[in-house]
């Protein structure tokens, strides 16, 4: 653990030693040209895990998910989805400005699903007033509804609506791995039913940098054409699907300890007078929380008073707080949030 206890994302983890020396002898290749022999293993490896028949690696979850939307949907067109999703809120609006794809935003309940009868009602008549419906997508673990896990039989109700009006159903499984841990189920059943899904190497997985979309040979060569288009295409980044490749093998079942980490440090923060937190929704690596209205200070002193003891914590939104256990926050970590959380608090 460094000195400093960051608490902002899982983004902020860093390489461990085995992901270091896999990169430093990775065999390497020029990917775009399909000849990187480390590439082509993580994505054969990303592709039995899931579940799918190829995978592509990509620098990132959002170049994943854009491409997604990209190949599924033609400029006009419409996908449906949460309005507290990734891709709606934290994707600078790439499906609309580089797709031309059309947003249908629907309202994400508290568990992060969305009502599969708002889901019906959404998808659209034959209209020429209307914009063609051509894809749903869903995220699991849901970030902004408190990382909840979103459940198999939900995931697969929402595929045979798919199913049954001709929809591709894509997955923002950014923490996919997490997800799978929490529901007791295997990466592979998460993703059944889906068309095509992404998840990130780069948040609990500890690698530096990386993601995969996955789906069908016909999907991953379309999509390899605009990931091209995005400038994702990649020379010998071996280097880096080396740590992914680590990450993957190695890194997948400590998830659980990071679950348990976030569950001590929300049933300490739970007791702590002045804070109003929700410790049903705490089910993977992340805590939400806000401050009552008689506490003593606000959340951005709060901020301040932890960030003098080296704790940096994410302000996600007004008078709300996001804290994220990963690999690099252990359990004296955890005790000394609490610690000083309660002493900002109650003096």
């Known amino acids: 653990m460094s000195e400093t206890i960051d608490l902002r994302s899982d983004t902020v983890t860093l390489p461990t030693p085995a992901m270091r020396e896999a990169m430093a002898q990775a065999p390497v290749g020029d990917d775009v040209y399909g000849e990187d022999p480390t590439i082509n293993k993580l994505q054969e490896l990303a592709a039995e895990m899931t579940g799918m028949e190829a995978g592509l690696f990509v620098p990132s979850g959002t170049m994943g998910n854009l491409i997604a939307v990209l190949v599924h949907c033609q400029r006009g067109e419409e996908i449906i989805l949460g309005n507290m999703s990734h891709i709606y809120l934290n994707e600078a609006g790439g499906v609309a400005a580089l797709g031309g794809v059309h947003p249908y935003p629907l309202l994400n309940q508290d568990d992060g699903t969305i009502a599969l009868e708002d889901i019906r009602a959404a998808i659209r008549t034959e209209d020429p007033h209307h914009p063609v419906t051509r894809m749903i997508a869903l995220e699991n673990t849901h970030n902004t509804c408190g990382g909840v896990a979103l459940s198999v039989d939900y995931t697969r109700a929402v595929s045979q609506i798919a199913q049954e009006n001709d929809l591709w159903l894509h997955l923002d499984g950014a923490r996919l791995f997490n997800a799978a841990i929490d529901l007791g189920v295997t990466a592979k059943e998460v993703c059944d039913g889906f068309d095509s899904v992404t998840f990130c190497l780069s948040k609990g997985l500890g690698a530096p940098v990386g993601s995969v979309l996955c789906g069908t040979k016909a999907f991953i060569y ?72 008689d506490a003593p200070i606000n959340v951005e002193e709060l901020e301040a008073k932890l960030l003098n003891e080296n704790i940096k914590v994410d302000l996600a939104g007004p008078g709300l707080i996001r804290l994220v256990t990963h690999c690099w926050i252990d359990d004296a970590a955890v005790e000394k949030v609490i610690q000083v959380t309660a002493a900002a608090l109650e003096g």
């Open 222 to 293: 379309q999509a390899n054409r605009i990931r091209k288009q995005l400038g994702g295409g990649m020379r010998q980044a071996g280097i880096v699907a080396a740590a992914g490749i680590v990450a993957l093998e190695q890194m997948v079942d400590r998830l659980k300890d990071d679950h348990k980490r976030a569950k001590r440090l929300a049933d300490g923060l739970a007791g702590i007078k002045g804070i109003d937190l929700d410790l049903e929704k705490v089910q993977t690596n992340m805590i939400y929380f806000r401050l009552q209205n």
